[in-house]
């Protein structure tokens, strides 16, 4: 069976003490939900802290983005080997805000993920609809334009250690939360397609959910049988709120 996995993205938010206290709270509760893992997301200037607090624990830690070159002149930019250096098992790509904000196509999230998986990382490849999309219908076209760029340029024995999260665009930082059953129909199709490619990879990928996910609505999202997980922004930048999210997702409490 799949194991749940509970991802805190930090965004671009707070300071090395705040790091350093939410990191603590979180490494003090982990023995409150063993068969849950989990893993944050802080920004860069703080990976290097997360290592020193967290290394031989079994609390994971990755980057919010890289870039797709080895090394190189690129000012200002981190790549994937350095993103190992500093002890990260996973990286998000294609989050929305990337794809919104910094310009992301699809051929830039595919390159990263490339990139991210050469490196020895394990991409987090975020896809998900617009408001405007779903009320299209669009949804799955969308998602499945995100994921197919990525499976052209990297095939599907790449997903065997990556992870997959579905945030529908109009539920990031909304309070709006699609309802666990419109969450797993998207998490079916999305593993339906990858077992097509290849049954194991399909039956073992993980397949997060992000989008206001809260203590409160975590239990019944992580229940449906495709939602293994959650990626959590606002909720995981309070101790209290992203541990309670992790009960939620333990099934031995
Ligand atoms: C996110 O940023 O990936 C996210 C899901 O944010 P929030 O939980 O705040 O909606």
Not at 53 to 69: D, H, I, K, M, V
Not at 73 to 93: F, I, K, W
Not at 129 to 151: C, K, N
Not at 179 to 187: D, F, I, L, R, S
Request: proline share 4%.
């Amino acid at each position: 069976m799949r194991r749940i996995m509970v991802a805190g993205n930090w965004k671009m938010h707070g300071t090395a003490e705040m790091a350093r206290s939410l990191a603590g709270d979180v490494l003090a509760a982990l023995p409150e939900f063993p068969d849950v893992d989990v893993a944050v997301f802080p920004p860069a200037p703080y990976l290097a802290l997360l290592q020193s607090l967290a290394e031989g624990s079994r609390l994971e830690w990755g980057a919010q983005t890289l870039n797709p070159n080895a090394e190189g002149a690129y000012t200002g930019e981190v790549s994937g080997v350095m993103l190992r250096d500093l002890g990260c098992r996973y990286v998000l790509v294609g989050h929305s805000e990337r794809r919104s904000l910094f310009g992301e196509s699809d051929t830039d999230v595919a390159e990263r993920f490339d990139a991210a998986s050469t490196a020895g990382l394990e991409p987090v490849l975020c896809v998900g609809e617009t408001r405007e999309e779903r009320e299209a219908g669009r949804t799955e076209e969308v998602v499945e334009r995100q994921v197919d760029a990525v499976l052209e340029r990297c095939g599907i024995g790449r997903f065997e250690q990556a992870v997959l999260a579905y945030e529908p665009v109009w539920a990031i930082g909304t309070g709006l939360t699609a309802t666990p059953e419109e969450a797993q129909a998207v998490h079916a199709f999305l593993r339906s397609k990858m077992a097509r490619l290849d049954g194991t990879i399909g039956g073992q990928i993980r397949i997060l959910y992000g989008g206001s996910v809260k203590a409160s609505n975590a239990a019944d999202l992580f229940a449906q049988e495709d939602i293994d997980g959650g990626l959590v922004g606002g909720a995981s930048l309070k101790a209290h709120d992203f541990i309670g999210i992790c009960r939620g997702a333990s099934r031995d409490g």
